[in-house]
T-cell receptor, first 116, second 116 residues
């Protein structure tokens, strides 16, 4: 099925460890982004990309790194995990033009990350 | 920067009744898009309804409709004939298509409970 695939669905890390959350989409969307969701905070943008080779910071980028070498993939790297990064992470993709962007975002199923 | 405010952290409704969730936003732009997303306990983000700011007609999707008041910067969601399956978190979101600002800005969400 077409959509956004996120892996893993659950992860427990120790403080200081690094890991990569994977995100792939097969809809040829130009725009991809990562959000974190915390209780009472809604979804906050971490990083986003408007196309292969182009990335930019969102609202809460510290402690995270991204790259976009292909249109399909947009991995999120935690460089040195901290308990404050315990959260649910969502990857999302979309067309980026006005005429198609109104279809909205397609979200992955999320990754629940716990840092101990 | 755009902001989205959902003033009702929690709402409840009786099955078969109607409920309205509030959303206000702040922007200096005249062309943008608004969305309501539903997040059930499964964690999946589901697009409920969308509205283009240049359209005066309020969007409708089956039992879901919006009251879009552009001058007041208000975008409320009305759910008619509420069903048990409507119980979820609901997020209001704003999207600009000004160059480099295609990201989605979310409110903090409203938790909707449907009582049998």
């Amino acid at each position: 099925n077409a959509g956004v695939t996120q892996t893993p669905k659950f992860q427990v890390l120790k403080t200081g460890q690094s890991m990569t959350l994977q995100c792939a989409q097969d809809m040829n969307h130009e725009y991809m982004s990562w959000y974190r969701q915390d209780p009472g905070m809604g979804l906050r943008l971490i990083h986003y990309s408007v196309g292969a080779g182009i990335t930019d910071q969102g609202e809460v980028p510290n402690g995270y790194n991204v790259s976009r070498s292909t249109t399909e993939d947009f991995p999120l790297r935690l460089l040195s995990a901290a308990p404050s990064q315990t959260s649910v992470y969502f990857c999302a993709s979309s067309y980026s033009r006005k005429d198609t962007g109104t279809q909205g975002y397609t979200f992955g199923s999320g990754t629940r990350l716990t840092v101990v | 920067a755009q902001t989205v405010t959902q003033s009702q952290p929690e709402m409840s409704v009786q099955e078969a009744e109607t409920v309205t969730l509030s959303c206000t936003y702040d922007t200096s732009e005249s062309d943008y898009y608004l969305f309501w997303y539903k997040q059930p306990p499964s964690r999946q983000m589901i697009l409920v309804i969308r509205q283009e700011a240049y359209k005066q007609q309020n969007a409708t999707e089956n039992r879901f409709s919006v009251n879009f008041q552009k001058a007041a910067k208000s975008f409320s969601l009305k759910i008619s004939d509420s069903q048990l399956g409507d119980a979820a978190m609901y997020f209001c979101a704003y999207r600009s298509f000004r160059g480099g600002s295609e990201k989605l800005v979310f409110g903090k969400g409203t938790k909707l409970t449907v009582n049998p």
